[in-house]
């Protein structure tokens, strides 16, 4: 049963509609039980699952390989082989958006919107690339990523060569610092610790006339996959899905304390995930029906869970298998906000407000996308087809580059079994058009070089 708290009305209300964005973290397509797991893999997801009832699930919502690049693109709009963010790096390299860059913050706040970010940034972890140098009024959370906290209890660690991860904080023209080391105790903890700054920053807002915009990048299910104590040994089934259980509490949290506030008629919720399951034992997930996890380029790694919910606009218990990407978060939001995206250079999300309205009656305005790792284009997407141009099905066992690319029809073919290119080469076209308008574009606006990654470079005497 959905717990419901009684709602207490906004001392003021805005016309421009608040945001509350969520980002699961490593959350495989086939984890919650809306998408065919829940109770499949140990651990029911009731609070989301409800989300989806309320709105429109995707079935066809594509991300990048990686933390950093899915972030970037969430963030700026833009693929990740334009912005650079192409791959997480250890602390003390060039990493994040650089000046360059906008964010999807810094472009609600032209919109009037106050703006927080609690959770995990993985976009700059120097002074200037900090969430609150990027558009956010204030943050708190770690601004890499989680494996960082085993770090002090592995063998022969060493902080003379290796620096200490932190949990952080900070507010917009000052200085981010640090709060407190980032170990597996905090590892536990640190969910709930986001959900209560959340809260606090929810209950600062809800009397202003302002709109607001919340991003909170959730920790879970990134490994070391581990629960907080509450939910340990909660399912009977392990951490993974005690994690699991945990993470759908604490989305739980945010939606009743939304409506505590009585913010929810006009509030536009998105859950969502940065990436495809984990592949590390012992906390390895599901893609469900999808082959494939993060770090490659099969549907496991491109599919993650969407939801949104905007009542009153977007109608209860959509299902829609379009292809959506997650470049297109930024031009959507911009666009739900009363704001363009900039026009100084390419943009590749696509707005999908009035296909996320009528996904039965509204054509949706993409037909696909390039995927790339790092600087490889690894595949394409185009309607129901997908070629790969370098085949790597498991992470660490890439054929390397094909001479015949192959081609695979997903609905089908949904596990990318059996190439059908012989028998299909006029899906050729449309698909070569793709990759070339983007090629292109990529050496016809070229983004400035990242002042950070010159200066290490001219340091250390090396590309990175």
Not at 148 to 153: A, G, N
Request: glycine share 8%; with cysteine.
């Amino acid at each position: 049963m959905v717990r419901r708290l009684i709602a207490q009305p906004a001392a003021a209300t805005t016309s421009k509609p608040n945001i509350v964005l969520i980002l699961a973290d490593n959350l495989g397509w086939g984890e919650l039980g809306c998408y065919g797991g829940g109770p499949l893999v140990g651990a029911p997801t009731p609070r989301i699952d409800h989300l989806a009832s309320e709105g429109l699930k995707l079935q066809n919502f594509n991300v990048e390989s990686d933390c950093v690049p899915t972030r970037s693109a969430l963030m700026t709009g833009r693929h990740p082989i334009r912005t650079g963010c192409l791959q997480a790096v250890p602390a003390g390299f060039p990493q994040g958006l650089a000046p360059y860059e906008i964010t999807l913050a810094e472009r609600l706040k032209e919109q009037g919107y106050a703006t927080a970010h609690h959770g995990k940034w993985h976009l700059g972890d120097v002074q200037g690339r900090y969430p609150s140098d990027r558009g956010f009024d204030e943050w708190f959370g770690i601004p890499r990523t989680s494996d960082e906290t085993q770090f002090t209890s592995s063998l022969g660690f060493d902080p003379n060569v290796a620096q200490l991860p932190y949990i952080m904080q900070g507010v917009a023209g000052q200085e981010s610092e640090n709060v407190k080391i980032y170990d597996i105790e905090q590892r536990r903890l640190i969910d709930e610790m986001l959900v209560e700054k959340s809260k606090d920053w929810l209950n600062r807002q809800a009397g202003k006339k302002e709109p607001f915009f919340l991003y909170h990048p959730l920790v879970h299910l990134h490994f070391p996959t581990l629960p907080h104590k509450d939910f340990d040994g909660k399912t009977g089934k392990g951490s993974f899905p005690d994690s699991l259980a945990e993470m759908d509490y604490r989305v739980g949290q945010i939606l009743d304390h939304i409506d505590h506030l009585g913010l929810r008629e006009n509030t536009v919720v998105i859950f969502a995930s940065d990436n495809g399951p984990e592949f590390r034992e012992p906390w390895r997930g599901t893609a469900g029906p999808w082959t494939g996890t993060y770090h490659t380029a099969m549907e496991g790694s491109l599919r993650v869970p969407f939801i949104i919910r905007w009542p009153g606009k977007i109608q209860p218990a959509g299902v829609s298998n379009e292809i959506v990407h997650v470049t297109d978060i930024f031009t959507t939001l911009l666009s739900i906000a009363g704001g363009n995206v900039p026009d100084d250079r390419p943009i590749d999300g696509v707005d999908q407000t009035n296909f996320f309205k009528n996904p039965t009656t509204v054509t949706c305005p993409r037909e696909g996308f390039c995927f790339y790792i790092k600087n490889d284009l690894f595949a394409l997407k185009w309607r129901d087809w997908k070629m790969h141009f370098i085949w790597s099905p498991a992470v660490n066992e890439s054929k390397g580059k094909l001479e015949s690319p192959y081609l695979f029809n997903l609905i089908r073919d949904p596990k990318e079994e059996s190439d059908v290119a012989t028998a299909n080469r006029w899906v050729l076209q449309p698909m070569e058009r793709l990759r070339t308008d983007l090629e292109r574009s990529l050496l016809n606006f070229p983004a400035p070089e990242d002042p950070q990654r010159k200066k290490f470079m001219e340091m250390h005497g090396h590309n990175y």
